[in-house]
């Protein structure tokens, strides 16, 4: 069992990475949160008893990881000028590059439990149930995140959008 | 961007619990039993508005795929911890010289493989091929390196888009790609003899350092794995061991300090002509 559970564990890697990039979009700072998830999921392991559950688990611990860091990014502002297309790093190499840095630029401007739960029902395709106990969060939330979260992405995508000074911030 | 697929269902079952918002965004994930998806479509084909809605959120679905998936066949960076002993390791320093005994040690790490020296002399004596290996014996654990190759097979084979980072088509790119990153030269053998065309290679993190694996195609679909790893101790001999890891098989050696691991869905008597043919390629000199 134990070796079975490893290997689902390292098998989830690459959509972990996956989400974490939907999730920070800076190259770098998603392969960090990677790493604190995996380093902290394996000091974890061998305490870990709810077997068969290793998907959720694994998107929980980064959750909590994402979640402290944006915490602290928040009481340094200085640090957190989300916004900035410029500094978004070079993603697709097709010719409908601008397009998908237009849709990570959206994506980002989402509200960052919003972005979450979207990001874990479209991409990485967990259900419902899975997300709430991810995120520690009861499935009506994870509902009402999600709708606004398409919501919101679908008022954009379609350009009906407030210019973004009028937005209004979720905290 | 049609609703093609939303045709009306003919059900007459009694009065059902009314479509909710909740409802529509299951029907998109997919999530709703097929009963509940028909009712779906039912209301959909009434109500235009949610219609559009539902398609704009399956768009937004495929969009974000599409941003995203890249992500899945990025080679893992470096110093990625693969294993629960991996933890004790000071990954962000990647400081040479703590790694020792990663490998030897830990029950966490074995397998337990089934070793069949009797299956594999049958295999040598059919093959009548007079290769100098030698079967070990004694316990049928697989070393670390061999778990690995086992789960790299399995993380990447099922990858039927992108399941090398560099392809066969640029086997020259490859070698030298390999050759730099593995710091000795690298270079995927030739199984065509056999049935096994090269899709490519990719790199992936071991204990020690970079890891190359490389994939092969049959005609069948099957795929196989060869795992080149430079970071095993000690152990000079030459010996062929088989292994299995749920589906998996595995046929692994040990020389001149390099670790080489074949991982395949097909039998035993299969992965040795394999192991043979690879061994006599690597060989050096």
Redesign the interface.
Known sequence: M???D??EI??C???L???A??LVSDRDRA?DL??DT??RA??R??MWQKRGEVRAWMFGIMHNHFIDRLRAQRSRPEDSAGDDVLELPQ??QQADALE?RD??RL?QRLPPEHREV??L???E?L??QEVASALGVPIGTV?SR??RA?TR??EE??GRAAPASRIQRVK | MTMDEHKPKGIDSGPAAPIT??DL??YV?R?LSNERAALVEQFLATHPEEQE?VR??RQ??A??????????D?P??M??????I??AFP??GLAAGVLVALLSGGS?WS??GHLDADAARLAFANQAASTPITMASGNGELTGFA?RA??AH??YSPEVRRPVEVGADQEQALVTWLTKRMGTAVKPPSLASLGYELIGGRLLPGDKGPVAQFMYGAAGGQRLTLYVTREVPGQENTSFKFGN??PVNVFYWVEDHFGYAISAGADRAELMKVSQEVYRQLKPG
């Open positions: 134990r070796a079975q490893e290997a390292v098998a890697i690459p959509s990475r996956r989400y990039r939907g392969d990677l790493q995996l380093e394996w000091s392991f061998s993603r697709a998908m849709l990570d994506l979207l990001l029902v479209a991409v395709e259900s419902y509902m999600l709708s398409r992405l679908r995508m379609q | 918002e909740a965004h299951a994930d999530q809605r704009d959120w937004q679905n969009v974000l795929h599409g941003l995203l998936d890249p992500v899945i990025e893992l960076p110093g990625l911890p693969l294993s629960p991996a933890k990954w962000r966490a397998l337990r778990h086992a789960v399995v993380v890891d749920g």
